[in-house]
T-cell receptor, first 114, second 115 residues
C-alpha cells in the first residue's frame, strides 16, 4: 500500500514555462513533506520542504503548495530551466518516536525541452 | 564539508553469493539510514541508526540482510545470500537530529546487480 503517490511517471515542459509536479498521500499522520531531485548515477538531493502548519513554502524558483484536506501537494518550478531535467521525489518522514526514515513516492521524470 | 561517502559504486555478483556495502556519513551526523531503490521505484527505508543503536529496522529482510554501525560513525550493510530481486541501488543517508527539518543527505549509492 503506497502511502505517498506520484501518479505521473514523466512530464515534459518547455524551457521558460512552469513545471507542476503532483504528489498525493494517504497517511493522515504525515505532518512534514520534502521534495528531492535526483540526477542519474547520483544520490537524491534535498530541494524544498513544507510543514503541515503551512500551505505554501517558496525558495527562489521553487514553490511547494500543501492542501491538507485533499492530502495533496504540488511543486511548482518557474521558470523551468534545462538543468531542472531530473527525477523528482516527494517524501514524508515516518512514524515518530525518533523513527523518521522517509517514505518516498515513485518519482516523476521531468524533461525540460529547449 | 565532505558529503556522504559510499563504496563500492558498482558491484556484480551471482545469486547466493554475499556482498557488503560501506558508508561514511557526514561528520557529526548522528543518524544514518540505508535505503534500497529498485529501478522505477522510490527509495525504500531498510534501517535507521541513531549513533550505534537501531531505531527502525522494520523493513529490513533480516533472514538475509544485516547492518551494523559499531562505533557510531561508519556503517556496513551486508546481504547473504543474495537473490536476483536484490538488484537495486543501495543508498546511504545521514542527518543531524533535532533540527526539525527532517532533511537527509544522501550518498551516491552502490548499484548492485545480481545475476
Amino acid at each position: 500500500d503506497q502511502q505517498v503517490k506520484q501518479n505521473s511517471p514523466s512530464l515534459s515542459v518547455q524551457e521558460g514555462r512552469i513545471s507542476i509536479l503532483n504528489c498525493d498521500y494517504t497517511n493522515s499522520m504525515f505532518d512534514y513533506f520534502l521534495w528531492y531531485k535526483k540526477y542519474p548515477a547520483e544520490g537524491p538531493t534535498f530541494l524544498i520542504s513544507i510543514s503541515s502548519i503551512k500551505d505554501k513554502n517558496e525558495d527562489g524558483r521553487f514553490t511547494v503548495f500543501l492542501n491538507k484536506s485533499a492530502k495533496h501537494l504540488s511543486l511548482h518550478i518557474v521558470p523551468s530551466q534545462p538543468g531542472d531535467s531530473a527525477v523528482y521525489f516527494c517524501a514524508a518522514p515516518g512514524s515518530g518516536g525518533g523513527a523518521d526514515g522517509l517514505t518516498f513516492g515513485k518519482g516523476t521524470h521531468l524533461i525540460i525541452q529547449p | 564539508e565532505a558529503g556522504v561517502a559510499q563504496s563500492p559504486r558498482y558491484k556484480i555478483i551471482e545469486k547466493r553469493q554475499s556482498v557488503a556495502f560501506w558508508c561514511n556519513p557526514i561528520s557529526g551526523h548522528a543518524t544514518l539510514y540505508w535505503y534500497q531503490q529498485i529501478l522505477g521505484q522510490g527509495p525504500k527505508l531498510l534501517i535507521q541508526f541513531q549513533n550505534n543503536g537501531v531505531v527502525d529496522d522494520s523493513q529490513l529482510p533480516k533472514d538475509r540482510f544485516s547492518a551494523e554501525r559499531l562505533k557510531g560513525v561508519d556503517s556496513t550493510l551486508k546481504i547473504q545470500p543474495a537473490k536476483l530481486e536484490d538488484s537495486a541501488v543501495y543508498l546511504c543517508a545521514s542527518s543531524l537530529p533535532g533540527q526539525g527539518t527532517y532533511e537527509q543527505y544522501f550518498g551516491p549509492g552502490t548499484r548492485l546487480t545480481v545475476t
